[in-house]
Antibody, heavy 120, light 107 residues
């Protein structure tokens, strides 16, 4: 059974940093691209970032480019999102998600999310 | 970047109704369009990928269509468990943008 478990969320001051983790199980982690999607409570979904299975390529939303870094440790079956220079606009529930084997097919499994609150 | 526009933003329907949601891309995305269902307090669930392929385990009353810039999600014979918010997502080119969502409410 595929499982994705996010952690690392919490309260951080504006300008601060946070690293999110997503522990994956139930599939061959290194074979699949992974991504992060965020959602302000009560609002819509926003795609944040994605990374290929080998970690060689990564993409970012314009809103986080230069501040966030996605990475993965395939030996630990874990996906990360390093978030720097955080602002109130980054406050959201952050979901980790897995892409299917066929590229361009969306995200077929999602975690339950970890809440990031940026506030003084 | 590709912008995704969903319509309507909300709709009211009854059990047994046929419901259609539209998603429009700001440029051609071929058939690289996915649809998700999200219920309150839950993660999104993939329903449809590459415009019309039904994800495993999703009831056949859900169907998707379209190509290029215009896409539809149709729910035939709406069931009580289908009242939720639906999102489209283009998977053609990063950033893989989502539509704004369509909330399907009970009439």
């Amino acid at each position: 059974e595929v499982q994705l478990l996010e952690s690392g969320g919490g309260l951080v001051q504006p300008g601060g940093s946070l690293r999110l983790s997503c522990a994956a199980s139930g599939f061959t982690f290194s074979s699949y691209s992974m991504g992060w999607v965020r959602q302000v409570p009560g609002r819509g979904l926003e795609w944040v970032s994605a990374i290929t299975g080998g970690g060689n390529s990564a993409w970012y939303a314009v809103s986080v480019r230069g501040r966030f870094t996605i990475s993965r440790d395939n030996s630990k079956n874990t996906l990360y999102l390093q978030m720097n220079s955080l602002s109130a606009e980054d406050t959201a529930l952050y979901f980790c998600a897995k892409e299917p084997a066929k590229s361009g097919s969306g995200f077929d499994y999602w975690g339950q999310g970890t809440l990031v609150t940026v506030s003084s | 970047d590709i912008q995704m526009t969903q319509s309507p933003s909300s709709l009211s329907a009854s059990v047994g109704d046929r419901v259609t949601i539209t998603c429009r891309a700001s440029q051609s995305i071929n058939r690289y369009l996915s649809w998700y269902q999200q219920k309150p307090g839950k993660a999104p669930k993939l329903l449809i990928f590459v415009a019309s392929s039904l994800q495993s385990g999703v009831p056949s009353r859900f169907s998707g269509g379209g190509s290029g810039t215009d896409f539809t999600l149709t729910i035939s014979n709406l069931q009580p468990e289908d009242f939720a918010t639906y999102y489209c997502q283009q998977t053609y080119s990063p950033p893989l943008s989502f539509g704004g969502g369509t909330k399907v409410e009970m009439k």
